[in-house]
């Protein structure tokens, strides 16, 4: 891999944040299989049909030993995004957490390393103060001259607690009108949604300004393409689903097992 200078990767992000925001607007569904290091990144950037590559906040937090959310220090965070960044030429966005105190400084530093576009959690904050987390990044973007492909997330599903999933819903719309009047590409609002609450925040934000995650319960793929969803995420199930991979491993050779046929040799880099 090789580091680019910080000119390099924000002329990078410039291009990269035109793609990705096409990518964004295109009738077919965005897939990302977030990724969480290097060779992950690699693995799925090779994959045919793999346009943009995301970045799991909580997966990267793991491989350092931190919990999810900002625990993990920024630094560490966006030296482990740099090196996905060096693996691939496609586009990049990264999850940033909240912002980790200062949005428009951690997307400048984020494009410093050849990121396009981020997800942003708005954590239920007031919504006036939410609002001012989302322009921040976008006007960072600005001022580097990077159209970032901002996919503001708002957590009114997820930190709902027992208000009524209606209103959470109501939350939903109203914060994700007010991100894309921010500047914000796409709403990200993640839990396992129905059919119905789908089309309802579509009906309410906007036909591909919708982003979701899959989830064990959600819907597939296909299924949110049709109702007008712009993309989906997996979050840190990718990496649930290699480390469940790695537990079994380790329990079938702790009984005498062998490794399986067929196995390839991926982390060849």
């Known amino acids: 891999m090789n580091a680019q200078t ?4 924000t002329a990078r992000a410039a291009g990269d944040a035109q793609a990705l925001a096409a990518l964004y607007a295109a009738p077919e569904i965005l897939r990302v299989v977030n990724v969480w290091d290097a060779v992950s990144a690699r693995v799925v950037a090779e994959l045919p049909g793999t346009r943009a590559i995301a970045t799991a906040g909580h997966g990267i937090a793991a491989s350092h030993g931190y919990p999810d959310g900002e625990r993990i220090p ?3 965070m966006l ?3 740099e090196r996905i960044t060096a693996t691939t030429a496609l586009p990049v966005t990264a999850d940033l957490d909240g912002g980790f105190g200062d949005a ?3 997307v400048r530093r ?3 390393v050849g990121v396009s576009g981020a997800n942003i959690e708005d954590q239920l904050r007031p919504l006036d103060a939410s609002v001012a987390v989302m322009r921040a990044a976008i006007s960072a973007g600005e001022r580097e001259g990077v159209p970032f492909v901002l996919n503001a997330r708002t957590d009114a599903l997820v930190r709902a607690g027992d208000r009524p999933r209606a209103e959470s819903i109501a939350d939903a719309i109203e914060r ?3 991100y894309l ?5 796409c709403v990200f609002v993640p839990g396992v949604l129905t059919a119905d609450e789908t089309r309802e925040l579509v009906a309410g934000i906007g036909e591909r300004r919708i982003s979701v995650i899959g989830l064990p319960g959600a819907l597939a793929a296909a299924e949110y393409e049709a109702l007008g969803v712009a993309r989906i995420s997996y979050g840190p199930m990718p990496q649930n689903v290699a480390l469940t991979a790695l537990k079994r491993l380790g329990e079938s050779l702790a009984s005498d097992g062998v490794i399986p046929e067929g196995t390839e040799m991926l982390n060849n880099l």
């Open 104 to 106: 428009g400084e951690t």
């Open 79 to 81: 030296a482990a995004v």
């Open 110 to 112: 984020a494009i410093g």
């Open 6 to 9: 910080a000119p390099e990767s």
């Open 74 to 76: 920024l630094d560490v």
């Open 181 to 185: 009047d921010a500047g914000a590409q």
């Open 176 to 178: 994700g009108r007010a």
